[in-house]
């Protein structure tokens, strides 16, 4: 079931962040809940807003909602990735904004069905996409335990890694590993009990699944890329990140683009060809106040990050 209180992360600085005009064309490549999508809806009456989700749940919730406030939207059942090309075929080339909120929405973490949860028993899935192929069932169960040990390292940061992967693939051999709390007690099993005391073992195993199940990390660039190449003169694309993995793509690739060309960069009077298309709005992230975290503990991590198109 959809969470009625699920509440949008960084909302107010995200939204301010894009400039909006009442006559904005706008891309949300994270359509969620709506709780972004309706916010932008508000400020555009004379505008467009093309939305992105590949959750079916989550658009059927969205397109009800956002009909509460205007027709003037469209959403487009797609990854992100995929952006450039849905909006070509609807004869989109350029728009004044996009806005990114990556990583998991909280109704999906709180829908025990869908496997997400490390506190709620279910069938292992995590798929964003219901249809997709790939659950966390076959990562757990088919991967090797070299492949499950790389991404927990790479996608975890966990510095048992090792040892949850050999749990895995030691416990594999009678049976399938087929719920979330069953793989809950083996990732516990391999950790000693000191290190379950500051934070939950299974975190950052889940989350290390959940990227690998949805190629999380993979997109963002490209997407970023889309976006950035999208922009009118003036547009701005700002990104909400929820961990370091995800931030350090989106700061390194936004530092790209702002940079003067290497081959020019120190020379007096340098022609505006080699000078960057973009700038940073805020040479720092945005983090949420210790109001917003009070209220929504889940935002914590959060981070935004915003580039504009200068030419």
């Known amino acids: 079931m ?3 209180k699920h509440i949008s992360v960084l909302l107010t600085e995200s939204i301010s962040s894009l400039n909006l005009k009442e006559d904005s064309i706008v891309v949300d490549a ?3 809940y ?7 809806l508000m400020r555009i009456n004379k505008g467009y807003l093309f939305a992105f989700d590949q959750d079916s749940e989550a658009i059927r919730h969205s397109t009800d909602r956002l ?3 205007g027709t003037n939207f469209t959403i487009i059942k797609s990854n992100f990735v995929k952006m450039k090309d849905e909006l070509e075929k609807l004869g989109v ?3 004044d904004a996009v806005l990114f909120d990556l990583g998991v929405s909280s109704p999906q973490l709180d829908d025990a069905d869908r496997g997400f949860s490390y506190h709620n028993d279910a069938r292992l899935d995590m798929r964003m996409d219901k249809e997709a192929k790939l659950s966390a069932y ?3 169960n088919d991967y090797s335990r070299d492949e499950l040990a790389l991404i927990f390292k790479k996608y975890g940061e966990d510095k048992f890694a090792k040892i949850i992967a050999k749990k895995i693939v030691e416990y594999r051999k009678n049976k ?3 719920t979330t709390l069953e793989l809950v007690d083996i990732i516990k099993s391999a950790v000693p009990i000191k290190f379950r005391l500051d934070k939950h073992p299974a975190r950052q195993i889940f989350q290390a699944i959940r990227i690998e199940v949805n190629h999380e990390l993979d997109v963002i660039e490209p997407a970023l890329s889309q976006a950035l190449d999208l922009l009118n003169v003036g547009g701005r694309c700002a990104v909400i990140t929820f961990h370091s993995l995800e931030d350090k793509i989106v700061k390194n690739y936004f530092k790209k683009m702002c940079e003067v060309d290497p081959k020019v960069k120190g020379m007096p009077n340098i022609p505006s060809s080699y000078l960057p298309d973009f700038r940073l709005v805020e040479n720092k992230a945005i983090t949420p106040s210790e109001e917003e975290i009070n209220n929504n503990p889940r935002a914590r991590s959060s981070k935004l990050r915003v580039i504009e ?3």
């Not at 709506?34 to 932008?40: E, F």
């Open 30 to 32: 994270t359509l969620g």
């Open 93 to 95: 080339e350029k728009v």
């Open 34 to 40: 709506g709780g972004h999508s309706s916010n932008i």
């Open 2 to 4: 959809m969470n009625e």
């Open 138 to 140: 076959e990562v757990v």
């Open 309 to 311: 198109r200068i030419k």
């Open 67 to 69: 009909k509460n406030i």
């Open 176 to 178: 399938p590993i087929e």
